[in-house]
């Protein structure tokens, strides 16, 4: 069953999308990077739509070729509330030194989930202040017009990058941060 479910993704990823580099498509304004924090005293959330980079294979062969980068402009999140903003960027991501966080992977895994829909696994690397760490995401490609929609979520270790947190702010910062992926990338037209 699973051989036949390989064959049938292979058929319709070959049908609908030959070889190619998708670009995240700058010009969708749905596309939404989220950093969750629930911490026990205080709830809030880090967005922004400034997400960029590409996924690309070659040929037919989606999973044994293919490359993906996407980074994610640190000094445009908003949590709502200024101050916050300013002391997330100075105090913790240190965006001056770190302003862009990225993951650089392929795609390990990828799975028919119905028409239109593929469950897939890529594996990589994330950077975030400054500290590489490997990382395996999960999420799914659904196709939209002239590409795809991504989405995924995720959890991050504040403490596996290096972000410090003062302990009276434990309260109000949870270590462990959700990301929350919904964007969209468009074929690169070749020239």
Not at 68 to 86: A, P
Not at 97 to 107: E, R
Request: proline content about 2%; overall charge negative.
């Amino acid at each position: 069953m699973k051989f036949y479910k390989s064959v049938i993704f292979l058929l319709t990823v070959s049908s609908l999308i030959l070889a190619g580099e998708y670009q995240v498509d700058q010009d969708r304004v749905e596309n939404l990077v989220k950093f969750i924090s629930d911490a026990p005293m205080e709830d809030f959330a880090g967005v922004t739509r400034k997400i960029d980079g590409y996924i690309f294979w070659e040929g037919d062969d989606l999973l044994n070729k293919s490359e993906m980068y996407f980074e994610v402009d640190l000094n445009s999140l908003d949590t709502g509330i200024g101050l916050r903003n300013r002391h997330m960027r100075e105090n913790y991501l240190e965006t001056d030194k770190y302003p862009f966080t990225h993951f650089t992977g392929k795609l390990v895994n990828a799975e028919v989930a119905k028409e239109g829909e593929y469950k897939v696994t890529a594996e990589g690397t994330m950077f975030i202040h400054g500290v590489e760490k490997p990382l395996t995401v999960e999420g799914t490609l659904l196709s939209a017009d002239s590409g795809f929609r991504i989405q995924t979520t995720f959890i991050a270790a504040l403490s596996d990058y290096n972000i410090k947190i003062p302990q009276l702010m434990f309260f109000k910062i949870d270590e462990n941060m959700t990301l929350e992926l919904d964007f969209y990338v468009k074929k690169v037209e070749q020239q």
